[in-house]
């Protein structure tokens, strides 16, 4: 029941449970140096710049597909090569991107390109999450998946945290964008959720996060 009161109180304000779980684990991440958020923009509150503990926040570039033209931001395609030179920068923020680049092999192998020797990437990646298009949603990684890739593009100290509580609370997440329009029933149902996921867990020998994940977290050095 660890964060539970986090946890209730920003679902009342109609967060997601994979976004809020996403923020307990950014709070646990420290970023140092040139760091580059992907599938950001500046001054919007949902960077996850904003809860990683960054350690110089001048130093911060944001960097997406899609270009607004009001907004700090340079324009960059995981598809591709992306346009930084080698060993550029020293930290990467990449939360609820990977879903939606259909080539994931190009975008781990130029991250780890473009990371200098020693350099950090933080991220996550929903499992157990509606089809959210932005432009497009392609793929939902386990943490086997994560690990491997990660150790196949040269990355080490590869960790990769599931986060989640069991059946009862993944089904919760799939019907999240109706119940969240009652805030006092919503955080009912998750109560109930977590709680009746957290008694069954009592009984069997898999951790039930491990089959039924909502969102799966990683860091990983160069």
């Given at each position: 029941?660890k964060?539970y009161?986090?946890?209730?109180i920003?679902?009342?304000?109609?967060?997601?449970?994979?976004r809020?779980?996403?923020?307990?684990?950014a709070k646990?991440?420290i970023?140092?140096g040139?760091?580059?958020?992907?599938?950001?923009?500046?001054?919007s509150?949902?960077?996850?710049?904003?809860?990683?503990?960054?350690?110089?926040?001048k130093n911060i570039v944001?960097?997406?597909?899609i270009?607004?033209?009001?907004?700090?931001?340079?324009s960059?395609?995981l598809?591709?090569?992306?346009?930084?030179?080698d060993q550029?920068?020293?930290?990467v923020?990449?939360?609820?991107?990977?879903?939606?680049?259909?080539n994931?092999?190009?975008?781990i192998?130029?991250i780890?390109?473009?990371l200098?020797?020693?350099?950090?990437?933080?991220g996550?990646?929903?499992?157990?999450?509606r089809?959210?298009?932005?432009?497009?949603?392609y793929?939902r990684?386990?943490?086997?998946?994560l690990n491997?890739?990660?150790?196949?593009?040269?990355?080490?100290n590869?960790?990769v945290?599931?986060?989640?509580?069991?059946?009862f609370?993944?089904?919760?997440?799939?019907i999240f964008d109706?119940?969240?329009l009652i805030?006092?029933?919503n955080?009912f149902?998750l109560?109930?959720?977590?709680?009746?996921d957290?008694?069954?867990?009592?009984?069997?020998k898999?951790?039930?996060?491990?089959?039924?994940p909502?969102?799966?977290?990683?860091?990983?050095k160069k």
């Open positions: 029941m964060n009161f986090y946890i209730m920003n679902t009342f304000k109609k967060k997601s449970l994979n809020i779980l996403q923020e307990i684990y646990k991440q970023a140092s040139f760091v580059v958020e992907f599938g950001a923009e500046s001054g509150t949902k960077n996850f710049t904003n809860f990683v503990n960054i350690i110089d926040k944001y960097a997406d597909k270009i607004k033209e009001d907004k700090e931001i340079i960059e395609d598809e591709k090569e992306l346009s930084f030179k550029s920068f020293d930290s923020i990449i939360f609820n991107v990977l879903e939606h680049v259909y994931i092999h190009n975008a192998k130029e780890h390109r473009s200098k020797k020693g350099g950090l990437i933080i996550s990646t929903p499992f157990t999450h089809i959210h298009n932005a432009p497009s949603d793929n990684y386990t943490e086997q998946f491997k890739i990660f150790h196949e593009k040269k990355f080490t590869v960790s945290e599931v986060y989640g509580y069991g059946p609370t993944a089904a919760y997440v799939m109706y119940t969240k805030p006092l029933l955080n149902i109560t109930f959720c977590i709680l009746s957290t008694f069954i867990n009592i009984f069997t898999t951790k039930l996060k491990a089959i039924y909502i969102t799966i977290c990683f860091s990983a």
